[in-house]
């Protein structure tokens, strides 16, 4: 059984627990068979995170997928970027729909340079234990995913925004997860709240990103906020939903 440490409040390392399986699901030929999230005694993450949630899946060789992810190539054709191993395709497309971050500065940035620079994080940093999501690196560019990620900074500061300076290697997954999840992205920009539900009986991949999206008996859910500051918006840090 494997396992990854989360913060079941920062709806990014939600997402890319999903985007992980994607991935496997659309290149790897799905090795992953059953997931779920479950909560556990609150852990110090070596990013200093207080965690309070794992993210568990049968795989059987996590290295060997960690390492499959580590031979992903980033190329661009046109305006299109696809990332590729073996043959097998993915072609990310979530760049022209409304976005979470800095949205202004993204809009000119060359997505596929910004893809590869993700991928190569993960390729130099991400080593497969519990720990995967609380590696991080200082980053050397803008990271315009900074916006998705918890931003306790953002309510500490009364509002006024801080980009992060430093990249984590999960945020490879968090891009296919936005390829996954766009329709939960696009519904959190009208409604200004992200809704999303952590599925905690054993189930499929299918189940589990179906889960997220609706409110259920066997998940736990929860709300963050979407804050504005200037012309791009943040996440804030989110509250388990109590409501009926």
């Known amino acids: 059984m494997n396992q990854i440490l989360i913060n079941q409040k920062n709806p990014t390392e939600v997402l890319a627990c999903a985007g992980m399986l994607a991935l496997d699901v659309a290149l790897f030929g799905q090795e ?15 990013d200093k995170e207080l965690c309070g949630m794992v993210f568990e899946f049968e795989h059987p060789d996590f290295a060997q997928l960690v390492d499959k992810c580590r031979e992903l190539t980033v190329k661009s054709e046109g305006t299109r970027v696809k990332l590729s191993r073996n043959g097998n ?21 060359d997505k596929a ?14 080593i497969a234990d519990r720990d995967i999501f609380g590696r991080l690196v200082a980053a050397t ?14 309510i500490d500061a009364g509002g ?10 999960r945020e490879l997954f968090l891009i296919v997860a936005l390829q996954l999840c766009q329709p939960m992205i696009v519904r959190a920009l009208t409604k200004w709240r992200l809704q ?11 189940s589990m990103v179906a ?16 804050k504005t500051f200037g012309k791009g918006k943040v996440l804030s840090v989110a509250q388990e939903d109590l409501s009926e």
């Open 211 to 226: 889960a997220l999206s609706s409110k259920r008996h066997d998940s736990l859910s929860y709300v963050s906020k979407v």
């Open 113 to 126: 340079a910004f893809v590869q620079r993700h991928l190569d994080v993960f390729k130099e940093h991400a």
């Open 160 to 169: 006024v925004y801080e980009p992060a300076n430093y990249v984590y290697p």
């Open 32 to 46: 992953v068979t059953r997931c779920r999230f479950s909560k556990t005694a609150t852990e110090q993450r070596i």
């Open 89 to 109: 395709v993915m072609p990310p497309d979530w760049f022209q729909f409304p976005f979470i971050g800095d949205s202004g500065n993204f809009s000119r940035t």
């Open 141 to 154: 560019e803008p990271n315009f995913l900074s916006g998705m990620n918890l931003k306790k900074t953002f």
């Open 196 to 206: 999303y539900s952590l599925c905690t009986r054993w189930t499929s991949f299918g």
